[in-house]
DNA sequence: CTTAATGATACCAGCGTGGTATCATTAGCA
DNA sequence: TGCTAATGATACCACGCTGGTATCATTAAG
């Protein structure tokens, strides 16, 4: 059972290290020393987060990223969410038209409830919150 | 994220059907009908839980499959291991040299307790606690 | 000895993940 | 003005996993 992806987990790096500098533009190439993340998928990611409006950037020379919300309000739901759409989809597990006596929906309940546990759970982690000796948790 | 997967779930199907038969070796022909799945797939899915020691298997005519332990001792949690290994595999989401100061880890944790929590749920649910007025839970 | 069943095994299409590549655009700076 | 360093947009691609299918071998009932 995967959680987190490595888009996702590229992303919460990027954004903690983005976190922890100034307003200054931050530039892929930099990021790239950082993370140790190969350039071409640093930029993707990275477009992804502006597109979704975590990241404000910055074009031309001396450009780069910089966060766009504050580091206690950019939650490890949302990226999840920015990259892979919601996590709490309702499809039915069992064939549409079936659904039988079996209670195949007994099960369907305790799985969306654990589903819920975890998505709540996510719902808490913040960027500032995984960034040492910072404030927020 | 996904949790059961159309194997898992069929499996779950097809043994909480069995679980209410009798000892007569039921059949894929059969349990095809009742469940309204893909024979083929089926099959394959019962070949699994075989091996596996879930079921037990009759050849020849009039052959089919019965559980092979008491439905209160088999665990959803088992069923998704014996199709897609481990859930908690603990690998390092991040890249394994760098892992650097920006508080990975933090999250690493994090995401380990929340997947313990769902092993853990999911080991508490049982076969038979999916048979509606049946014994357990 | 036919027939209805499972055992073993191999194959396959489609899609998601984890990327790469390329060209267009923008802004700093000499 | 024009070079250059940066992002924007977009398209492409290999690989593995999921959700199956197909085929032949074996076994047991009648």
Redesign the pocket.
Known sequence: M?IL????D?ATRALCYLAQQQDK???????EDVLI????????I??VL??QGFLK?????????ILNKTADTIYIKDLIVA??GPINTNECVFNKKTCPDIGSCLLKGKIERIKSYVSNELKSVTIASLIPQSKGE
Chains 1, 2 share one sequence.
């Open positions: 995967r992806n490595r888009d996702t590229l533009p931050i530039s892929v190439a930099h990021l993340a190969p350039r071409p998928f640093l930029r993707k990275l477009q502006q597109t950037s910055f074009k031309g020379k001396k450009g780069g990223f990259f892979h």
